[in-house]
């Protein structure tokens, strides 16, 4: 589980983050929703520790993120940030293979080569790994960088905003591989998501932020309902159930 403990940030001296206190479950997919600038990026950024905490605590199976070893981290939690900035001259294969960094140093094993391979499958990239990057499409850019995190082989993977780039086919696949490695192999995914449908597929958990608060959370079925949508988003919009699924009719 991931505890937040009246987590507050500033930047540039403006107050992004206000007292959120707020439990993610491990298992499953937590959607963080949310309007343009509620804070969403920037709560997922400090659990990865990618910035210090000014204010408050935050714990990741118990490990406070402050003040554990940041090897014993990148083996707990893998990030993808929403930009994403490398040198473009290097190979797929060779950006996937940073995720092994923090189990064989640089030394890969045949363990890391096989874990390398099977996420560059996993996510559609095989035949592209001797590709350098600035000649893929912002999709697969953004497919490579979620292998990385994904050969990592942490318990939790963090994502912001990962459908961004991608077509209807692949934002999809990337759904459902990411259901697949929670429900076959336990991993946890929290992910930072501005399409509110694909929380309705796909999420066990949402949290909805605004105004760098968490104003509701639970199961998609508390969370996103026509009040939900109004307190969220200040929009009247109708939600209605398609196959199983609850769906925000949000586009008329």
């Known amino acids: 589980m991931i505890e937040v403990d009246r987590l507050s940030h500033s930047i540039g001296g403006s107050g992004i983050l206000k007292d959120v206190t707020t439990s ?7 959607a963080i929703i949310g ?16 910035s210090p905490i000014e204010s408050g605590r935050i714990t990741v199976d118990g490990l406070d993120v402050s003040t554990t070893d940041t090897r014993q981290l990148a083996l707990k939690m893998a990030y993808v940030a929403q930009n994403t900035g490398v040198a473009s001259r290097l190979r797929v ?11 064989c140093h640089g030394r890969p094993a045949q363990a890391d080569r096989e874990a390398v391979t099977e996420a560059l499958a996993l996510f559609s990239l095989d035949g592209l790994e001797n590709r350098f990057l600035d000649e893929l499409s912002g999709g697969q850019k953004q497919r490579a960088f979620i292998a990385m995190a994904h050969a990592q082989a942490t318990d939790w993977l963090l994502l912001d905003e990962p459908l961004n780039n991608l077509d209807m086919f692949h934002a999809r696949k990337l759904m ?27 999420a066990d958990h949402v949290i909805g932020m605004r105004d760098g608060r968490v104003v509701i959370e639970g199961p998609v079925e508390d969370v996103v309902t026509e009040a939900g949508m109004r307190t969220l988003y200040d929009l009247d919009a109708r939600v209605t159930e398609i196959d199983g699924h609850r769906h925000v009719l949000h586009h008329v």
């Not at 993610?24 to 937590?30: K, L, R, S, V, Y």
């Not at 459902?176 to 597929?201: F, G, K, P, Q």
């Open 24 to 30: 993610i479950p491990a298992g499953g997919i937590t």
């Open 35 to 50: 309007p343009n600038g509620a804070g969403k990026s920037t709560l997922l950024n400090l659990i990865a520790r990618q």
């Open 93 to 103: 294969a060779e950006l996937v293979g940073f995720g092994r960094w923090p189990h």
């Open 176 to 202: 459902r591989d990411l259901d697949t490695l929670a429900r076959e192999r336990n991993r946890s995914v929290v992910m930072v998501v501005h399409e509110i449908n694909y929380a309705c597929a796909w």
